[in-house]
């Protein structure tokens, strides 16, 4: 029988898409399964800013083995319990978007609609008050989950900020320690078999000819193996996410790092703001169409907790997605394969789940087209309810002060997306297909957060007796307010675990 596997793994540039993928692949394919060769130039830069996460990446840190703490000491990073949204509804609006559980779900129904009894009849406003993780990051709290038996304090559930040039070093040094070859050089040109039409080989910038049997694409907006080589086409998505620039730059920050990420919509577009250990990550994503690009960059300035480090860098882009992920002997990850703005910190996540699937799909040289068709259509479902909830961010809004709100508050949404607001809007109930990557609670924080306020709540909660429901209320909020009070702060967690 012939051995017809996979004899050698190319990826074509480095960043966080690229040393994600060979660090996966290294751990995954032990024992010399094949050669993995990674090709990037240090002459291409990176933003590196800052990066934040979604709590999904600690299964990729667990599938590498990674020590947490190493990790963060390493890339200067801190936790992360949450989104805080600023402005967003309407001007003077705030919100947490937060990880994990809220309150306590009883007797089978979720708990957020005994909340909207209570808060329909004139009780609780926010219902981050029955969050732990939402009422942690807003007081600087923070610690990883212990053995505390039915204490919301035994299910913390978090992610990370980090150095994102710091996190590709990281994995750089994973992976080649595990056998990945690092090939310095500019690529210039991919060759294609002429009967296939498969890539065979890339040519760099000297001459230097590498050939392969599986071809990963990492080189960013340029996408030049899936784009330029193959010319697998763009969906542009600017109808319904309007904005297509962004300035990022660090500042100076300080040795007391809040435990969120921060969004504060502005006229035409929104701020974001990661805290890292050493400094802040911070950026302006804005419409070109609603605001001219000196204008976006000294809002950005103007509003820094810090000195900036650096001098602003501009990324100009399309937000949408790949007509194909993986074409023929080629799949696209990270920027290749399309663009969502990091508003719900989804771009790290979405390599990795390239990553998990491309592993799930792995070929050999046959590449059959079942396979890869299966491979499309999982991606392309993903990127699309990604793409949902964050039109709804936008679509979700009462602003009416600037012609971009005006935009996006009366713009066309999708139809999926329509349902689901709709479903919301009158009886507090969310559809949610399975392998969404947002669940229910998401959903609900973000709509509740930005002014959805659904007409009713789930009948059933009517069969709690009113003594025992004040009474649950009134325990479940207790208990959350102990627990918040007995975390030590994110500051000393840190100092006393994963000091850079």
């Known amino acids: 029988m012939n051995n017809n596997n996979i004899r050698k793994i190319v990826i074509v540039g480095g960043g966080t898409a690229g040393w994600m993928a060979a660090a996966a692949l290294s751990r995954v394919l032990k024992n010399r399964f094949c050669d993995i060769e990674l090709v990037e130039s240090e002459s291409i830069g990176t933003v590196g800013v800052g990066e934040a996460t979604i709590p999904q990446i600690q299964v990729f840190n667990h599938m590498l083995g990674l020590d947490e703490d190493e990790f963060l000491r390493k890339t200067c990073g801190t936790f992360k319990l949450g989104i805080q949204f600023v402005d967003w509804g309407r001007k003077g609006d705030s919100y947490i ?34 969050t732990l993780t939402a009422l942690a990051a807003l007081q600087g709290r923070f610690m990883r989950s212990v053995n505390a038996g039915n204490s919301p304090l035994s299910n913390i559930t978090y992610a990370f900020h980090f150095d994102a040039g710091l996190y590709a070093r990281f994995l750089r040094e994973y992976a080649q320690q595990r056998g990945v070859i690092r090939t310095e050089g500019v690529v210039v040109k991919a060759a294609l078999e002429p009967d296939r039409g498969f890539i065979e080989s890339i040519r760099l910038e000297d001459g230097r000819v590498i050939e392969g049997d599986l071809f990963i694409d990492c080189s960013g907006f340029r996408a030049l193996l899936i784009g330029e080589a193959l010319g697998v086409g763009y969906e542009d998505w600017r109808h319904w996410l309007p904005c297509d620039r962004a ?12 435990p969120y990420t921060r969004s504060t919509a502005r006229a035409a577009g929104w701020q974001w703001r990661i805290p890292l250990q050493h400094r802040i990550g911070n950026g302006h994503v804005f419409s070109s169409q609603f605001m001219e690009e000196d204008e976006a ?10 000195a900036p480090l650096a001098d602003p860098k501009l990324l100009r882009f399309t937000t949408g997605k790949r007509d194909r992920f993986w074409h023929k002997n080629c799949v696209a990850l990270g920027l290749a394969s399309g663009f969502m703005e990091p508003l719900e ?12 699937r ?57 139809d999926s997306l329509a349902q689901k607001i709709e479903q919301f809007r009158a009886n507090g109930r969310i559809v949610r297909a399975s392998g969404e990557l947002f669940n229910e609670l998401s959903w609900m924080e973000v709509m509740l957060g930005q002014g959805i306020l659904p007409r009713g709540y789930h009948p059933l909660v009517d069969a709690m007796p009113e003594d025992r429901f004040a009474g649950r209320m009134h325990e479940i909020k207790s208990v959350i307010e102990r627990s918040v009070a007995a975390m030590p702060s994110h500051r000393d967690f840190i100092a006393a675990h994963c000091r850079m």
Request: aromatic share 14%; hydrophobic share 35%; net charge negative.
């Open 297 to 306: 960059r000294e809002i950005l300035l103007r509003n820094l907790d810090g």
């Open 358 to 414: 491309l592993l799930s799909f792995f070929p050999d040289r046959h590449f059959d087209p079942v396979d890869i068709d299966e491979y499309n259509r999982q991606t392309h479902f993903e990127m699309d309810r990604i793409r949902d909830f964050l039109i709804l961010h936008y679509r979700a809004t009462e602003r009416d002060d600037s012609d971009f709100w005006d935009y996006c508050r009366t713009m066309k949404i999708p």
């Open 345 to 356: 910190s989804t771009s790290i996540h979405l390599v990795q789940s390239a990553v998990a």
């Open 247 to 258: 300035w990022a730059v660090p500042c100076e920050g300080d040795d007391n790092p809040a």
């Open 97 to 130: 978007h937060a990880f994990g559980e809220v309150g306590k779900d009883m007797d089978g129904i979720p708990f957020y609609h005994y909340w909207l009894k209570d808060h329909l009849r004139g009780g609780s406003r926010d219902i981050g008050e029955y």
